[in-house]
């Protein structure tokens, strides 16, 4: 992969300053190496541009790297761009044209958009109008599993890019740019998107551009814009980066998000009219995946109204719901396996997997009849939040992390399995990863749970779903809607890439004798002991 990582400068507005900027070009590439282009935004000629420009035009000077800029953005510079669909202005710079897509051989895809915004059609040679934006839009976004394009380049902003973000300073993101960029932008998803004119540097937070939990992730966009080459605030007007072609990279790569990613500053007047709209899809299609109906009392709820209580049947809610027939997990059972119980607190218990991956692979479970998590009362909730408390602090003084995962289907009884994993045998984003790609190879879409949100908020009672939770409080979530392998979660975890246990995927071919099991359950309660908050009650 690092072979065909490409080294780009982009820069913003030129203005005909050609020797300041090929001066600073030469200066970074003797530092730093050779770089592979040079990106150009904004005006890349100014009013004073003929006597430098000539020496370049003429042959008597060459660009140090091989330079692509955008076309006019007055009627002024419209004469040095002689050809609207691009062409070579001078050696080693080129025109790329009013709109495009250019494709190097490396495999980079770099959208452009030349001029400013004009509401007149046709648009002025130095502006582009919606027609030229839905152009581009359609003969990029009708290409065969279009993903996004690597960079784009537009010399304006795109108007409201600052929302959700950290400031862009002096520039009001909400008057400044143009529409037109931020809908281009919004669907061709691109890795890079540098702009100019404002003379202001601002590097915007990354942002998503996919729906959590109701699409499956995409990689982030990066807003980069830049200042005029030589200008007395010392603004930043270069950006160097490195970038593999996307149509190269890992998958699970591509996608991984950034801990500050934001949401898509595009979609909040589209989230606005989804969230007028929730209440009619929860009444309309009670199946609807994303949007509840919280009138409706199933499993746990945050009810803040009483007379909603008084009419929502408050014994049966306060009773878990009985067993069809004989359950191997309620504690009163005579099914249980008790020998393998090693801690017992007022709502849940803890004992040791049946044919656990590992001699400490520990489950968690309710002790009254519940299906899932979503169906668990608050006490209930409480108490497993506590256990996981414990098992985290237990697990961390032993040098491990535990992964957590719940699979709610074909399956009666709540079981979630905790399963440590050494700390200095991966990382809690490597846990991830094979999660998600190991998902993708299976078609199964696993997808990110925000940060403060939990299952409840994402599944209904009765819902089938595969849940992972890292120590860390990261949680992945993917909504069975067919088929699902039983074991996905142990595989993932008995995998090469974590645990390198792939014989012990399946629970059945590692089962142990009794009197091995309940050794290993003695152990595990004599050193959980002083983490086990049910002692102490």
């Not at 950034?258 to 969230?275: G, H, L, M």
């Not at 040098?399 to 399956?411: A, D, W």
């Not at 905790?418 to 993708?440: G, M, R």
Request: with cysteine; proline share 6%.
């Amino acid at each position: 992969m690092a072979a065909v990582q490409l080294r780009v400068l982009a820069c913003g507005d030129v203005e005909g300053r050609l020797e300041s900027l090929f001066g600073r070009v030469r200066a970074i590439q003797s530092k730093s190496g050779r770089f592979d282009m040079l990106l150009c935004v904004g005006n890349f000629f100014g009013s004073t541009s003929e006597t430098e420009w000539a020496e370049y035009r003429t042959g008597a000077k060459k660009a140090p790297i091989p330079t692509y800029v955008l076309g006019a953005n007055d009627q002024e510079t419209v004469s040095y761009f002689p050809d609207v669909s691009g062409c070579e202005l001078a050696e080693n710079i080129t025109y790329l044209g009013r709109r495009g897509l250019y494709s190097g051989t490396s495999g980079l895809q770099i959208a452009y958009l030349s001029g400013t915004e004009s509401q007149d059609e046709p648009a002025p040679a130095y502006s582009f109008s919606a027609k030229d934006v839905a152009e581009l839009k359609t003969s990029l976004l009708s290409t065969p599993n279009f993903k996004g394009v690597d960079i784009l380049l537009t010399s304006p902003w795109p108007r409201d890019v600052g929302t959700f973000a950290n400031s862009a300073g002096e520039i009001d993101t909400k008057k400044c740019g143009s529409k037109l960029v931020s809908d281009l932008a919004a669907n061709l998803k691109p890795r890079y998107h540098f702009a100019a004119l404002e003379k202001a540097y601002y590097e915007r937070l990354p942002y998503r551009n996919h729906t959590v939990l109701q699409e499956t992730p995409q990689h982030v966009s990066r807003f980069i814009a830049l200042a005029d080459v030589g200008n007395t605030s010392k603004k930043k007007y270069l950006y160097a980066f490195s970038i593999v072609p996307m149509s190269l990279m890992d998958p699970a790569e591509l996608v991984k998000q950034p801990q500050d990613v934001t949401e898509n500053p595009y979609r909040k007047s589209r989230k606005e009219a989804q969230k007028t709209k929730a209440p009619l899809c929860a009444e309309e299609e009670p199946a609807c995946q994303f949007f509840f109906d919280l009138n409706k009392h199933q499993g746990k709820k945050r009810l803040s109204d009483g007379k909603e209580r008084e009419n929502s049947q408050p014994k049966q809610a306060k009773k878990p719901p009985q067993p069809t027939g004989p359950c191997w997990f309620c504690l009163a059972s005579p099914e249980v396996e008790k020998h393998l119980v090693v801690s017992i607190g007022t709502h849940c218990y803890l004992a040791l997997a049946k044919g656990g991956l590992l001699p400490d692979h520990v489950l968690i479970l309710p002790i009254g009849h519940y299906q899932s998590v979503v169906d668990l009362s608050s006490e209930v909730v409480e108490e497993v939040t506590k256990y996981k408390s414990a098992l985290k602090e237990f697990f961390r003084s032993k040098g491990k992390r535990y992964v957590l995962f719940e699979r709610n289907y074909r399956s009666q009884h709540l079981q979630l399995q905790v399963i440590p994993v050494p700390l200095d045998h991966c990382t809690a984003e490597d846990i991830k990863e094979s999660f998600i790609v190991q998902a993708q190879e299976q078609q199964i879409e696993l997808l990110e749970i925000p940060e403060h949100s939990d299952i409840t908020q994402v599944a209904q009672p009765g819902m089938p779903y595969f849940y992972v939770e890292l120590d860390t409080g990261e949680k992945l979530f993917h909504r069975i809607r067919g088929r699902f392998p039983l074991h996905f979660g142990r595989e993932v975890l008995a995998s090469e890439a974590l645990l390198a246990l792939p014989q012990r995927a399946d629970w059945r071919r590692c089962a142990a004798e009794r009197a091995e099991e309940a050794a290993q359950a003695r152990a595990f309660r004599r050193d959980f002991q002083p983490f086990d908050f049910a002692l102490r009650a």
